[in-house]
């Protein structure tokens, strides 16, 4: 059974920063493409930032803020997010693709999914 595990969210002011962890189990990330998502109340699911095996790909609304990163000796991945802004404030989700790999923002594109955890920025 894949179970995607998210840690890492909590509240920080403006310009603050956070790390996202996302441990994986039942699942090798390795060679596959991972992602962190993000949605707010009524509002679509986005996909923020994804990694295909050391190939990232970001929204234009992080660009230049978050980072995503891998350590496959951990089955793990990552989201580093400097210069937080309120807008930000979302659930944020990890996935993992499950077939064949499509280098995508795409939420649809992404099989297994994390239970979600929130950042909070306040002004």
């Known amino acids: 059974q894949v179970q995607l595990v998210e840690s890492g969210g909590g509240s920080v002011q403006d310009e603050g920063s956070l790390r996202l962890s996302c441990a994986a189990s039942?699942?090798?990330?390795?060679?596959?493409?991972v992602g962190w998502f993000r949605q707010g109340l009524g509002k679509e699911r986005e996909g923020v930032a994804i990694d295909c095996d050391g190939n990232p790909l970001y929204s234009n609304s992080v660009k230049g803020r978050f980072t995503i990163s891998r350590d496959n000796a951990k089955n793990s991945f990552y989201l580093q997010m400097n210069s937080l802004k309120p807008e930000d404030t979302d659930m944020y989700y990890c996935?993992?693709?499950?077939?064949?790999?499509?280098?995508?923002?795409?939420?649809?594109?992404?099989?297994?999914w994390g239970q979600g955890t929130h950042v909070s920025v306040s002004s």
């Open positions: 996935a993992a693709q499950g077939g064949k790999r499509v280098h995508s923002l795409w939420p649809d594109s992404y099989t297994y």
């Open positions: 039942g699942y090798n990330i390795s060679r596959r493409c």
